[in-house]
């Protein structure tokens, strides 16, 4: 893929960054943009917080096999700098694809960032709740939670270990969507596409 729709295809230094994990997978987490060694690899979440997000999947029972993760914007903005809102919208198009193509039962936004992709720039919705967000003109079932790299900013190991955990409760509180991914025909069924002509964006 190429891409010089805006101005970060001139900030990023190798890669525009894909998807990380099963193109069929059941739940899509979305992140903000890649960091450095994202830029490097053209994979996303391969750096620490990478390792701490597999580390959540894996404590409610999730693996890359049904699992993917996409970021927000696929160009890593110069030194690490939030993406500007225009920059949101204007590689939002690719994301909307892979939700199309991966069709997940659930989305997780991992952050502000990924938050005001899926749900409008103003979005304000509490974290660890489930909402349906309408993404061009289908309902998809989402999670709001922390990015794995907020972990990394607590002062102690036992600051980094209960941010860590806040973000595994997010997705335990919500267990039988999850346990609808673990074992298909749960309470939450199969992945039902919903047409509506009302996206908010």
Not at 53 to 62: D, E, H, M, Y
Not at 90 to 114: H, M, Q, S, W
Request: proline share 4%; charged share 25%.
């Amino acid at each position: 893929m190429n891409c010089e729709d805006c101005r970060l295809c001139w900030e990023r230094q190798h890669n525009i960054v894909g998807m990380k994990g099963k193109d069929t997978a059941d739940i899509m987490f979305v992140g903000e943009a890649p960091g450095r060694e994202e830029d490097e690899w053209g994979v996303p979440f391969v750096g620490q917080a990478g390792s701490i997000l597999t580390t959540v999947i894996g404590s409610v029972g999730l693996t890359w096999e049904n699992s993917c993760v996409v970021n927000a914007v696929r160009c890593r903005p110069a030194n690490n700098r939030t993406p500007m809102w225009d920059e949101i919208v204007t590689c939002r198009k690719y994301l909307f694809r892979d939700i199309a193509e991966v069709n997940p039962i659930l989305i997780v936004a991992l952050g502000r960032v990924a938050l005001s992709a899926l749900y409008g720039k103003d979005a304000n919705l509490d974290r660890g709740e489930v909402y349906i967000c309408m993404i061009e003109g289908i309902s998809r079932q989402l999670i709001y939670t922390y990015h794995p790299a907020w972990v990394l900013y607590g002062k102690d190991e036992y600051e980094k270990d209960k941010r860590k955990a806040a973000i595994v409760h997010h997705l335990k509180k919500n267990k039988t969507i999850i346990e609808s991914i673990l074992e298909p025909g749960g309470s939450c069924g199969p992945r039902q596409d919903y047409s509506d002509s009302d996206v908010p964006f």
